[in-house]
Structure formats: C-alpha cells, structure tokens
C-alpha cells in the first residue's frame, strides 16, 4: 500500500486527473455538440471507443515526463521539496526509470493505434511529446525560459490533440458538407481558445513556480528566469502576461455578453479575472517561499475554474 500511495505521489495523479477532467469536457460539451450526424459516416473519425484511449495516451506520457523529472531531479529537490521526495525515499532510481519506460512505451503504443484510426498527427505529435519531456528534464529545465515554454505548449496540446483527433486533415483530401466544415471550424475556435487560455495560464504558473524553486535550481546551476534576470524582472514577467490574459478574457466575455451569456461572464469575473487581479497583486508583495506556493496553488485553482467554463457550451448550445 505504502509502495502504491508513493507511485500516485510520484506521478501527479491530481494532474493526471485535471488532464482527463479537461479532455472531457471539451469533447463531451463542445465536440460532440458540434458534430453533426454526417461526420460519423466518413472514414478515420474520432469516435466515443476512441476517445478514452486518447484520454488513457495523454496521461501515461505525462505520467512518464513526471517520473522521469523527479529522476533527474533528486538534488534540486533535496533543497527545495525533501519531505515530497519519492524517489530513492519510497521507490529505487532503477525502478523509476523502469516504470517511465513502461508507462511512456504504452502511451505511444496507444497513441499509434489512435493515429492509425484518425490521423497519424497524433502519434507523431505525442512521439514528441515523449521526447520534449524527456529533453527537459535532462536540459531545458535549466535554459531559461526554454522549459517553461515547452511545459506551457505541452498543457495547450492536452486540448489541441483532441481538435487533431478529430481529423480535420481529411479537409484536404475528402469533399465534405457544409455543415461538417462549419463544425470543424467552430471546434478550431475553441480549440485555439482555451489551449491559448492553457498555454498562458501554465507559463504564469511556471514561472511563479521558478520563484519558489530559486534556492535549489541556483544552488545546481539552472538559469531559470529568477535567477538569470532577477526576482523583480521576474515577477514583471508574469504580470505582463496576467494582464495579456486578462484582457483577452475581457474581450472574450464582451463578445459573448452579445448572445446573452450573463451567467458565464460573470462566472468568468468572479472566479477568473478576479483572482488573477489578486495574483498580480500579491505577487509584488510576495518575498518567501511560502508565499510563492500560495501564488502557485491560486493560479492552480484559475487554471481548474477556466476548464470548468467548458460547461457553458454544454447549457448554452
């Protein structure tokens, strides 16, 4: 039992779990909505047997990346998390790469299956996922900024494979109704939107993370943004992004107010522009590392909040 709490630790399985929630929601209140019946009788389509596969690929490769980050960073988390340590505490360096070797192979054994049966995108695009996790956790943890642009693009591709999944290439090559083109560009749409939504919110987050982590990434010489340009320029960084974010959000919940959308724009207010006010905030006046992970944990919660709007279109539509 001890063996098993310590591999559920290890991999994350509060992300794993924010992954498969995400994957959810935008298929069952955005992507099946949109589909119209048509879409069912063309040739390598996403369907509901495929779908939890896609889902069961996304978490064993981020299961992978979190194992194999804890394996090349047992000294920086000495410093910075000794008493969340797992490996060589609960679980040996050798079976640890074992079990990424495992978890990551069936990933991509499923994503080939997936690709086979909708578009071979997905396989290629997870294959390098696979490898990207792998690189930054061996070197670009260290670049600056490097690695928190890969995590970032990464947690936009846990909503974008789905769009791919659902194989808009067939465009190119397949004469389709006009209710099928429409369907793909509205899913597009959404798509760009919240893996945009996710790719900002996980670079503000990474970041603020870096903060929290400075003492020991300084100690085995990453260059990580607090280190290389310093805590104040740092913590402009995020700020700008935060009002980047911001005001996209703004303009989002201005265009839908138009379709009478009163209940999301002020969901979006109350849970998303609000608290990301109070980041920007408190972020200024945040100097420990207690503080920090406060920051990280709020960010956590408007990055959950944005995923649950999700559910507007499964009411509004």
Same mark, same amino acid.
């Given at each position: 039992m001890k063996k098993t709490t310590a591999f559920f630790r290890l991999v994350r399985w509060p992300n794993l779990f924010f992954i498969a929630l995400t994957q959810c929601l935008f298929y069952y209140c955005i992507i099946i909505p949109s589909l119209p019946a048509d879409y069912y009788l063309l040739?390598?389509?996403?369907?509901?047997?495929?779908? !939890?596969? &896609?889902?069961?690929?996304? /978490?064993? @490769?981020?299961?992978g990346g979190y194992?194999?980050?804890? *394996?090349?960073? /047992?000294n920086i988390d000495l410093v910075? %998390? !000794?008493?969340?340590?797992?490996? $060589? %505490?609960? /679980?040996?360096?050798r079976w640890a790469i074992l079990l990424h070797l495992i978890i990551t192979t069936i990933g991509v054994m499923i994503s080939l299956y997936v690709g086979i049966k909708t578009t071979l995108i997905i396989l290629i695009a997870n294959i390098i996922s696979t490898l990207l996790l792998w690189f930054y956790s061996t070197t670009f943890k260290k670049k600056l900024l490097s690695g928190n642009l890969i995590i970032s693009a990464l947690t936009a591709w846990t909503i974008l494979v789905l769009y791919f999944a659902v194989n808009t290439t067939i465009l190119k090559t397949t004469p389709l109704a006009a209710d099928i083109k429409l369907s793909f560009n509205h899913i597009y %749409?959404?798509?760009?939107? *919240?893996?945009? #939504?996710?790719?900002?919110?996980?670079?503000?987050? $990474?970041?603020v993370k870096d903060m929290e982590d400075i003492e020991g990434d300084m100690k085995y010489n990453c260059n990580t &943004?607090?280190?290389?340009?310093? @805590?104040?320029?740092?913590k402009v960084f995020v700020g700008v992004w935060i009002i980047v974010l911001i005001s996209?959000?703004?303009?989002?919940? #201005? *265009?839908?107010?138009? #379709?009478?959308?009163?209940?999301?724009?002020?969901?979006? #207010?109350?849970?998303?522009?609000?608290?990301?006010?109070w980041v920007i905030r408190n972020l200024y006046l945040a100097h420990n590392?207690? $503080?920090?992970?406060?920051l990280s944990t709020v960010i956590k919660f408007i990055m959950l909040a944005g995923i649950l709007s999700i559910l507007f279109f499964k009411f509004n539509t």
């Open positions: 040739p390598n389509k996403l369907t509901a047997q495929l779908f !939890p596969l &896609i889902v069961a690929a996304s /978490i064993l @490769i981020a299961a194992i194999i980050n804890d *394996y090349f960073d /047992i910075n %998390k !000794p008493d969340k340590m797992v490996i $060589e %505490k609960n /679980i040996n360096r %749409k959404l798509a760009v939107l *919240y893996g945009g #939504f996710a790719f900002i919110i996980s670079l503000i987050r $990474e970041v &943004i607090p280190i290389a340009w310093g @805590i104040p320029a740092a996209a959000l703004a303009i989002i919940q #201005f *265009y839908v107010l138009q #379709f009478g959308w009163w209940i999301s724009a002020v969901y979006c #207010f109350l849970l998303i522009i609000l608290p990301l006010l590392v207690a $503080e920090y992970h406060r």
